[in-house]
């Protein structure tokens, strides 16, 4: 049992020093492991970030096809020097908003703006006065709530707190993304996490008076 776990830690370490660029060249050589690898390693982050934004899981499936079927198709002329988090995150976001535009769900432009690695969780931004347990941090009305919360906030601001939520993507990710300064990417979300706590404490103790 022991060997088998070390196993398993060893070929997880060894994928991680394994850089974008290289599984890019691995699977433009013919090897579509690389690929696979690939998808494994941002599909849960994109997936997570886009059924965020559109709130339809089968759509959500649908763009998150999309998204890797552009980065097949987009190899030969990206550049594998970095990261494609950043990369994979704008195209996921610009098929989003082209989904949104033409449902019409909400006004196109509206959605148009403008240490850093740690993950925001529910629990970052709940009021802190309330402390909740995971589980109940888990229930399905909390996490309408948390979406209203975030649809709610000025434009600048949803974009940049749905990729710190959603996506994980860590401030310089985010700036890269949405084409703005890393400082001004924390900036917005430092503003947005008081009006975030503000609402969900709202809307908390208007679920907890109906329980």
Not at 29 to 43: I, N
Request: charged letters at 25%; one cysteine or more; hydrophobic letters at 40%.
């Amino acid at each position: 049992m022991q060997v088998r776990e070390r196993s398993k830690s060893q070929a997880k370490n060894e994928a991680a020093q394994i850089t974008d660029g290289m599984l890019v060249q691995r699977t433009m050589a013919g090897d579509q492991t690389g690929f696979e690898m690939l998808v494994s390693r941002y599909k849960v982050a994109l997936f997570n970030f886009i059924c965020h934004c559109l709130g339809d899981y089968d759509l959500a499936n649908d763009i998150l096809q999309q998204v890797f079927l552009q980065l097949y198709i987009s190899m030969p002329k990206l550049r594998t020097g970095e990261p494609l988090k950043a990369w994979l995150f704008q195209v996921a976001r610009n098929r989003c908003l082209d989904e949104l535009r033409r449902k019409r769900a909400i006004h196109f432009s509206e959605l148009e703006s403008s240490s850093d690695d740690d993950d925001l969780s529910p629990l970052d931004i709940m009021p802190d006065n309330s402390p909740l347990p995971d589980e109940t941090a888990e229930h399905n009305d909390l996490k309408r709530a948390l979406r209203q919360a975030i649809d709610n906030l000025p434009p600048k601001f949803r974009s940049v707190v749905l990729l710190r939520y959603a996506g994980q993507l860590s401030f310089s990710e985010i700036g890269r993304t949405l084409k703005m300064p890393e400082a001004t990417a924390k900036t917005y979300f430092q503003r947005a996490r008081p009006l975030l706590r503000q609402a969900l404490a709202l809307q908390w103790q208007t679920l907890k008076s109906t329980i």
